[in-house]
T-cell receptor
Framework: DAGVTQSPTHLIKTRGQQVTLRCSPK?????VSWYQQALGQGPQFIFQYYEEEERQRGNFPDRFSGHQFPNYSSELHVNALLLGDSALYLC???????????????FGPGTRLTVL | GQQVMQIPQYQHVQEGEDFTTYCNSSTTLSNIQWYKQRPGGHPVFLIQ?????EVKKQKRLTFQFGEAKKNSSLHITATQTTDVGTYFCAGPRDAGNMLTFGGGTRLMVKP
């Protein structure tokens, strides 16, 4: 039973570029959440996808967008990259049985994004 | 907005000593979850507490949820080098269905 997978593992971009990160949820999970974790800080919620719709969104600008596919996999897109976007981007899946608030989050290994 | 704070930010202990991290929320939580992140790794779920005053144990780890459901603690008895990592608490944000994480407590254990 595969857990949450993410690609790529590492990514280096320059300011102004755009990036797409990918996530496949744990088998049997239909809800995907994305988090940004800056060095030395806790994960910050970006948004959550369920049934191919953005269900909830954290305090992130419109430069951050996402998508969920019929197979429940998801992508995170970031446009016009800033230096401050450098972070570990974590994808987490959950079974979505209770609407997410009490669901355990199963995290993937993350994508380390460096913006130069 | 809701804030979740953890203290201490860092803790160095000698192997065998006990360790406690505290989590405080600015609002009442319906539940609280604890995660552990090893250096270079990703957060891994440890436990969820739901009831006021609830206490749960996992081997040397004891988790408590406050009576007012606004605070929680994690206590590790007789730390081992395998306990090294950052421990995060997280609670549902407002009435929504996503988690707000605390800043974490980084535990370092000297052998």
């Amino acid at each position: 039973d595969a857990g949450v997978t993410q690609s790529p593992t590492h990514l280096i971009k320059t300011r102004g570029q755009q990036v797409t990160l990918r996530c496949s949820p744990k088998s049997g999970h239909d809800t995907v959440s994305w988090y940004q974790q800056a060095l030395g800080q806790g994960p910050q919620f970006i948004f959550q996808y369920y049934e191919e719709e953005e269900r909830q969104r954290g305090n992130f600008p419109d430069r951050f967008s996402g998508h969920q596919f019929p197979n429940y996999s998801s992508e995170l897109h970031v446009n016009a990259l800033l230096l401050g976007d450098s972070a570990l981007y974590l994808c987490a899946s959950s079974p979505g049985t209770s609407g997410g608030g009490t669901d355990t989050q199963y995290f993937g290994p993350g994508t380390r994004l460096t913006v130069l | 907005g809701q804030q979740v704070m953890q203290i201490p930010q860092y803790q160095h202990v000698q192997e065998g000593e006990d360790f406690t991290t505290y989590c405080n929320s600015s609002t009442t939580l319906s539940n609280i979850q604890w995660y552990k992140q090893r250096p270079g790794g990703h957060p891994v779920f440890l436990i969820q507490l739901v009831k006021s005053g609830e206490v749960k144990k996992q081997k040397r780890l004891t988790f408590q949820f406050g009576e007012a459901k606004k605070n929680s603690s994690l206590h590790i008895t007789a730390t081992q080098t395998t306990d090294v990592g950052t421990y995060f608490c997280a609670g549902p944000r407002d009435a929504g269905n996503m988690l707000t994480f605390g800043g974490g407590t980084r535990l370092m254990v000297k052998p």
